[in-house]
Each structure stands twice: as C-alpha cells, then as structure tokens.
C-alpha cells in the first residue's frame, strides 16, 4: 500500500509555483498570476488524499472483518483470547522451540474422563475462559453422565456439557467452581501452510501432559467419523480390508461407522497421536492453538485399541471452524 500511495503523489502539483507567485517580484511584461487554479486542478490535487481514504477504508473493513471475533468474545465474561498466527505466546528466547511451546500452552491443556451407561473414555480439552470454558471433541463426553477434568497442575474439577455439535464432532463443557485458569490462544487455521512446525499436546492413554511434534502434512482431508455415542463406546469393531479405522480416546471406529456419521475437513499432521488426544490441541511454534486433535489413522491388522497407536496420520479440526462454532456451543446446542 506504501508503494502505490508514493507513487500517486509523483503527479505535477498544480500548486507547487503559488508560492513563487506570492514572493517573486512582478515582471510587467508578464501576465498577473491566476487568481486561482484551473478548474481541473481541484480534481487532480485529491487523486492522493481520495485514494488514500479509499485504502484505509478498505483496511479498516479487513481489519473489522478480522478482529470482529476477537471483540464479540473478548466482551464480558467470555474471555477468549483470538489472534492471528503472528502472535508470540511463546517468550521471544524459546521463541520456535517445542520446549517453548510446551511450557507456554501446557497449563491451558487439561485431561477429561467421562463415564456414561455404555463406558467410560478419556480425552483431552483446551481451556479457552479463564472461569473454565474448555473446547474438546463431542465423541469424548457424548452421552456422558459424569465428567471430571484434571488441570495440568494436577487439581480436579467436576464439569458439565454445555453445547456439542456432533456433526463437526466439537463440545463446549464448563468446570464448577473455577476461575484463574490459565487461557489458551486460539490462533488462525487459514493461515496455516503444508509444511509448518507444529506440536500436539494431550493425555494419550491418561498420560497427562504428553507432547509431541510435527509438521502439517495436508490440508482439508475429509475425515468420517461416527455420531453415535452406542458405537463410540464400543471397543475392538470388526476390521475391514482397506477402510480407515480411527482411534478416539480409547474408542475406537473403523469406516463402516454404520448411518449417523459425519464428514468434516481436517488439517493432517503426523505429530504422533494417540487414543486420549481427542480434543487436545494442535499448536503452532508461536503457541497459538490452530486445530482441536481429533482422529488418527490406525494401522490395518489393529484389533483393539490396546494395539493401534500413532502411525503419523494425525488429524486435527481446524479452528477457525471452533471459532464459528463457539456461539452455537454457548447456546446450548445438542444437535
């Protein structure tokens, strides 16, 4: 933009020699100064000053866009810190490292157990409010009748489903009697590229606090997962040749997910990922979150939960779509 207004300003400026006229003594044999400017110079002096105002007016609606998000949920008690991925949560001498990020972010990633008629299951959340609002992924507390979460400090909290959307597999759950907790960053998945640095953080197998890293892999896979909490809750499905078994917190579903599933586009990574990810967080090396850890592929001949484990085909919702989705959540949502 700096380049183009400069460039508008290079025109002849009619009124650059009306200082010469005020001072320079009169020549009789000239002709008197014009007592005013042409009339077309009027248009040619606002070339700069309108296209200028027509720049920053194109800005100013770029950046209402963008931050249009940040001030609707920064507003009240909903204190959800949104930025871009440009954002350092990482301080600037560990700025890049996994350590860094791992040490920033790791106290806003907490451990959720949920125990339902049909099981129980564990997973992982991340904190968004600083009162206990956590994002974690529906299929880890759906259908559940209790629900205790662990803080990376190691305190323990009851917690109740506010809102989940299974068709984007996402649930907002709220802690009792919390405040102080320590917020997560939630970054911006459309700025992320194949090939970006990233780290995953969750309780794999009740392993509170377990991080590992990566590389984005792909962009918008689409990823099929069950939306029914029966299924979810069983272990060992029957294996069929080449479909994609996924694992979630301990459940684990194959791809004949039966007829309620759903289908959502997913950033791959092959940060290792591990039943008890679900819904832990995907993070970039400036310790913005980017994705909410949701699914991996597990290996054919995998029979049981007990035997899949990570083969670097991670998958994590993007989460510009959480961020679309928060407002469904608070409401109360249960689709």
Known sequence: MTESLRNSGEYENPYQGDQQYATAPVNPEWPPPPAYAPASAPKKRKRGPVALLAAVAIVAAAIGGGTAYGIQELTGNDNVASSSTSTN?????????????????????????????????????????????????????SGASQIKVTTNDGKSYTAKVVGTDSKKDLALIKLENASGLKTATLGDSAGVGVGDQVVAIGSPEGLTGTVTSGIISALDRDVTVSTDESQGQEQGQGQQGGEWPFEFGGREFNGDTGSDRTTYKALQT????????????????????????????????ASSSAAAGSVGLGFAIPINTVKADLATLRAGSTD
């Open 270 to 301: 092959d940060a290792s990922l591990n039943p008890g990810n679900s819904g832990g967080a995907l993070i970039d090396m400036n310790g913005n979150i980017i994705g909410i850890n949701s699914a991996m592929y597990s290996a054919a001949g």
């Open 89 to 141: 949560v990482v301080p600037s001498s560990q700025k890049g490292t996994v350590s860094g990020v791992a040490k920033a972010v790791s106290p806003s990633i907490v451990e959720i157990s949920a125990d339902s008629n049909a099981g129980s299951s564990t997973g992982s959340g991340v904190i968004i409010t600083s009162d206990g609002e956590i994002i974690t992924n529906n299929h880890v507390v």
